[in-house]
């Protein structure tokens, strides 16, 4: 019994972690938008951001690239 509720207990903290987190939409200059999972980063030493997509992959852009990011709901 104490098994099954320590497993219902992180069941339910991995999905409100999931369902706190952000995503944004980011437009280039090319006209692209992105949607990204959580906040993308900015990296001042190489000046590029980097972003999750909705499949949790990592990807990195040219900040100068970017033109706007708009938190997504």
């Known amino acids: 019994m104490k098994k099954l509720f320590g497993m219902m207990l992180v069941g339910v903290a991995a999905l409100s972690a999931v369902a706190c987190s952000s995503s944004y939409v980011m437009s280039t200059k090319t006209g692209e938008m992105i949607v990204t999972k959580g906040k993308p980063e900015l ?4 000046g590029l951001t980097r972003y999750y997509d909705a499949q949790g992959v990592e990807h990195q852009i040219q ?11």
Request: no cysteine; glycine share 6%.
């Open 63 to 73: 900040n100068d690239q970017v033109v706007q990011m708009i938190k997504r709901g």
């Open 43 to 46: 990296d001042k030493q190489t």
